[in-house]
């Protein structure tokens, strides 16, 4: 079965930072694209981050450029969410998704499978 399950959400303050992990499995992590998709509350879904090809397709979401880093372990199946500098616009519950295709994309529309979220706040 595909799955897609997130962790390392929690509390941090403004200006800290934390790292979200995507453990993936039920299929090749080479073949699909993976991202981070985030949503506040009444707010659209954000797209912030995406790793595929191996690491030679990476995009960011133009709000987190120069904070967050994507990144993957291959040999635990396993993708990254790097975040530093957290503001509190940040905060939100945090996507893993997913793309059956090798190439990035930070539209949330384009993501096929999704795991359950984890959740981010950002305060003092």
């Known amino acids: 079965q595909f799955h897609l399950v997130e962790s390392g959400g929690g509390l941090v303050q403004p200006g800290g930072s934390l790292r979200l992990s995507c453990a993936t499995s039920?299929?090749?992590?080479?073949?699909?694209?993976i991202g981070w998709v985030r949503q506040a509350p009444g707010k659209e879904r954000e797209g912030v981050a995406c790793?595929?090809?191996?690491?030679?397709?990476?995009m960011y979401g133009d709000s987190v450029k120069g904070r967050f880093t994507t990144s993957r372990d291959s040999a635990k199946d396993t993708v990254y969410l790097q975040m530093s500098s957290l503001e509190p616009d940040d905060a939100g519950t945090y996507y893993c998704?997913?793309?059956?295709?090798?190439?990035?994309?930070?539209?949330?529309?384009?993501?096929?499978?999704w795991g359950q979220g984890t959740q981010v706040t950002v305060s003092s």
């Open positions: 998704a997913a793309i059956v295709d090798v190439v990035c994309s930070v539209d949330p529309d384009d993501y096929d499978y």
């Open positions: 039920g299929f090749t992590l080479d073949d699909f694209a």
């Open positions: 790793f595929a090809d191996r690491g030679n397709s990476i």
